[in-house]
């Protein structure tokens, strides 16, 4: 079946530093949705990218569509220990809506 | 807003035995998942219900897992019988169109 590839599995980082996780598909995407997962918590919603080449941001973290449609990126800038956790994009592929889920990166601070 | 509650939280039992899960969606989301979470793993769509149709339930493993979504509203979702493989976080979500998901605590089920 279609999948979504998502590297890295783990980041350890130092506080302070950036973090950067990437989504891609061998197909084209409706659109991209992006989730934080809190340890021992549900995924919780933090965006979703429809457009072509598309940048969003909330504060420190920067979001981008590719502009084939087939990739896409979470960045945070200066992580904070409250970052934590692992980040899952979730794509949808086709007008029907069904997301395929990436296997995650976990932000790992070190300490 | 309440959120997406499920219940249990948690569930110990043995293989074979059957088991249910009971989720409340959000109020007026019409659209409801179940997923299933292995440790260190992405969600993985179980079945997706529009009201009360199981619009996508090509993942359910049908032999042994049944869901229903009754009146549109609450959904149970059952495993019977058990196996040890079935170990997961049982998540259920709710969304108002087909956009941002809202996730309830889960369910962590311990096969023995």
């Known amino acids: 079946g279609q999948q979504v590839m998502q590297i890295p599995q783990y980041q350890h980082v130092q506080e302070g530093e950036d973090f950067t996780t990437y989504c891609n598909s061998s197909?084209?995407?409706?659109?991209i949705q992006w989730y934080k997962q809190r340890p021992g918590g549900h995924p919780v919603f933090l965006i979703q990218?429809?457009?072509s080449g598309e940048v969003k941001k909330q504060k420190r973290l920067t979001f981008q569509f590719g502009e084939a449609k087939k990739n896409s990126s979470l960045h945070i800038t200066a992580t904070q220990t409250t970052d934590v956790g692992t980040y899952f994009c979730?794509?949808?592929?086709?007008?029907?809506?069904?997301?395929?889920w990436g296997a995650g990166t976990k932000l790992i601070i070190k300490p | 807003e309440a959120g997406v509650v499920q219940s249990p939280r948690y569930k110990i039992i043995e293989k074979k035995q059957p088991v249910a899960f009971w989720c409340n969606p959000i109020?007026?989301?019409?659209?409801l998942y179940w997923y299933r979470q292995n440790l260190g793993q992405g969600p993985e769509l179980l079945i997706r219900?529009?009201?009360?149709?199981?619009?996508?339930d090509s993942q359910l493993p049908k032999d042994r897992f049944s869901a229903e979504r009754l009146k549109g509203v609450d959904s149970t979702l059952k495993i019977q019988p058990a196996e040890l493989g079935d170990s997961a976080v049982y998540l259920c979500?709710?969304?108002?169109?087909?956009?941002?998901?809202?996730f309830g605590p889960g369910t962590r089920l311990t096969v023995l």
């Open positions: 979730a794509a949808a592929v086709d007008s029907n809506y069904q997301l395929i």
């Open positions: 197909t084209t995407l409706s659109n």
């Open positions: 990218l429809v457009k």
């Open positions: 109020s007026g989301h019409n659209t």
């Open positions: 219900y529009e009201n009360e149709e199981a619009v996508d």
């Open positions: 979500a709710s969304s108002r169109t087909s956009n941002e998901q809202f």
